[in-house]
């Protein structure tokens, strides 16, 4: 088991690396001369909506300083003491527990050099920084900066037709104040941060009910009340078990946080890798006939002996060795469900942030008993028994194992437009394994480990028939004109164009849409109206969701087919090349530059440079004259988005 766990860490590290995610801050630099030795390096940083860049004078053991040094083996020039910074702010951290000195939205820092060789006409100097919103990415970039005010590249020279086609891809907006008005996620964040939370907090709930732990609550909290003569002393401690059981949960997903500093890819762009999200199926397939009994994954048993050998020590550390201890025995039960928590939360917006909020919950909800029957040991005797019951539980876990692991499979499938896991076929398979749930609840199959059934239990019927529900509702999903679209299920099955049967077109809901912005500007030109930009991704379940439950409403559906050219831009799209003739090498403000071979690269690009935004889904509304006709919007409601339809019209 440890060789698999080093094998996920080094896979995940491996098969992320190969994407490209853009950076939140934008850097340029000017060049003033203050004499003929002195100059002043002014760097300017533009920062996305929510993202702060952190001082070189930001404290001790709280998020990194900026630090601007010449470069190595560089000579004929120095650093005039520490650069200038303008109108920085103070923020305070909750994570350090300190008033941090950050950046919002732009910055400036003025370094001062002073020649000590007249004859050096460029500089080669080093932008490191820190830049934090819910994940942290470390920003390390080399300039080399001409004395007379340009940036040297250093990069691949880039011919005449790159240069056309990099300044094609900006646009020369109007009313670009509108943008720095963004419609704020922060409620939708703290909304999907409590989610996972809830998920992580039912994970537990469901891991307290199999055979590897629930045995374990009469028995420990017996073991707390009843050590101690001083029956305060002992409550206390089953207290501190159950705290330290959520503490473990926490630092478990600790070290997902060192790898988003370290490598922001890693965590940001898992849900649009191909193998990665094959992996992740396989991982789910593995866990889920392990919850089926055929073998068990756990953990050497000298990890379990050594904790078990180290809780005799007595005291506080006694009783956190204990919490340690049942983490490790109860591996084979929890470990199937923290992988799901796992793979769910590294593949959204959140990654380790939303990572830490479901071992938050997961924790919790595990210790909660321990605690609960410690204060209330009456409550013991009402603890149903032990029997196979809970191996049943195990095996239902199983089958939605099972279930999540074919959205992995369509991510993939998606992503590499393979056509394969197409959305009629998604739903069948989820009919096929939800039916198959439903005979083993009436006891029509068995697994190893299941006992002899004599009469069926009126919470198992109960919950059969409510397995049988769920197939009848998905059941139409895989008729070509379904009854009713899944809405509960918003984001999981492939869009509704992603289908087996003749569609229309390959856009949402029917709709009329383009892919290409130059061929939606050129219609909205034709027929004279706004333009819906549609900054979209082929793994975003967020998108999906609103296409299907806030498009999907009549009167917004009506807007959008009636009065708006809509563009949908799928940044995601790597797997697809474009023409070699539409392929070049972007050239960036800071001289850099980026290969743009396919058409996520292009539309990824194209809405950073533009919109200062790399989130979707992100919403455009502006007129053929590229004139913003109203500020940008997320994810949100019916009534906000219909609202915000309505009053670009207006504006058009």
């Known amino acids: 088991m440890k060789k698999f766990i080093i094998i996920f860490f080094l896979l995940t590290a491996f098969f992320a690396k190969g994407q490209s995610s853009e950076n939140p801050i934008l850097l340029s630099t000017e060049v003033k001369k203050i004499s003929e030795m002195e100059f002043d390096i002014v760097f300017k940083a533009q920062l996305f909506k929510g993202w702060y860049l952190y001082s070189q004078y930001n404290p001790e053991n709280a998020s990194l300083p900026l630090e601007i040094t010449m470069q190595e083996g560089e000579t004929g020039y120095i650093l005039v003491g520490k650069a200038k910074e303008e109108s920085p702010f103070k923020k305070y951290s909750d994570v350090w527990e300190k008033e941090e000195i950050v950046f919002k939205e732009k910055a400036i820092i003025i370094q001062r050099i002073q020649l000590t060789n007249k004859e050096i006409s460029q500089i080669k100097l080093n932008f490191f920084g820190q830049v934090c919103e819910t994940a942290c990415i470390n920003i390390d970039e080399n300039f080399t900066i001409s004395l007379q005010g340009k940036i040297v590249s250093e990069t691949i020279s880039i011919d005449e037709r790159s240069k056309e086609l990099s300044q094609k891809l900006k646009l020369d907006l109007k009313n670009k104040e509108l943008l720095a008005e963004t419609s704020t996620t922060n409620s939708e964040k703290s909304t999907g941060l409590m989610g996972i939370f809830i998920l992580g907090f039912v994970g537990g709930l469901l891991a307290l009910l199999t055979p590897c732990v629930f045995p374990m609550i009469p028995l420990t909290v017996s073991f707390f009340t009843k050590q101690s003569s001083n029956k305060k002393k002992g409550t206390w401690n089953a207290i501190l078990y159950g705290f330290f059981i959520i503490l473990i949960y926490i630092l478990l997903s600790v070290p997902f946080h060192f790898l988003d500093n370290l490598n922001p890819e890693i965590l940001n762009t898992i849900s649009t890798n191909i193998w990665l999200n094959i992996f992740f199926f396989v991982i789910l397939v593995f866990f889920a006939f392990s919850f089926f009994g055929f073998y068990e994954i756990t953990l050497p048993s000298s990890w379990g002996d050594k904790m078990d050998s180290a809780s005799s020590v ?315 006709l109203n500020s940008p919007q997320q994810y949100t409601d019916i009534a906000t988005y219909q609202n915000w339809l309505e009053t670009g019209l207006k504006n058009f």
């Open 314 to 628: 007595g005291g506080y550390l006694g009783i956190f060795f204990m919490a340690f201890t049942l983490a490790i025995v109860s591996f084979s039960c929890t470990g199937p469900i923290l992988g799901s928590l796992l793979a769910g939360s590294l593949t959204s917006d959140g990654g380790a942030t939303q990572l830490t909020a479901g071992m938050t919950g997961f924790g919790l909800s595990l210790a909660l008993p321990f605690a609960l029957f410690a204060l209330f040991p009456n409550w013991l005797h009402s603890l149903p028994k032990s029997g196979g019951w809970l191996n049943t539980t195990k095996v239902i876990l199983g089958f939605i194992e099972l279930a999540f692991s074919i959205k992995f499979l369509s991510n993939a499938d998606l992503v590499g437009h393979w056509g394969i896991l197409k959305r009629e076929l998604f739903i069948g398979i989820w009919i096929l394994i939800f039916m198959l749930l439903a005979l083993y609840l009436f006891a029509k199959i068995k697994f190893p480990h299941d006992s002899p059934i004599k009469k069926l239990s009126f919470s198992r019927i109960s919950f059969g028939i409510f397995i049988l529900a769920f197939v009848v509702y998905i059941s139409p999903g895989v008729l070509k004109n379904p009854t009713w679209n899944l809405s509960l299920l918003s984001g999981f099955p492939p869009p509704q164009f992603y289908s087996i049967y003749e569609q229309e077109n390959e856009c949402p809901l029917g709709l009329n849409c383009y892919k290409d912005f130059d061929e939606g500007l050129a219609v909205s030109k034709l027929q004279n109206k706004p333009i819906l930009l549609d900054f979209t991704g082929w793994a975003c379940v967020n998108c999906r969701k609103m296409e299907e439950n806030v498009w999907s409403d009549p009167k917004v559906y009506s807007l959008l087919k009636n009065e708006y050219i809509l563009i949908s831009l799928y940044v995601d799209d790597n797997e697809k090349e474009l023409p070699k003739e539409a392929q070049f090498t972007f050239l960036k403000d800071n001289g850099k530059t980026k290969e743009i071979k396919t058409v996520g690269d292009k539309w990824a690009t194209f809405q950073v440079v533009n919109f200062n935004n790399a989130s979707q889904p992100f919403y455009v509304l502006m007129s053929h004259e590229l004139e913003i």
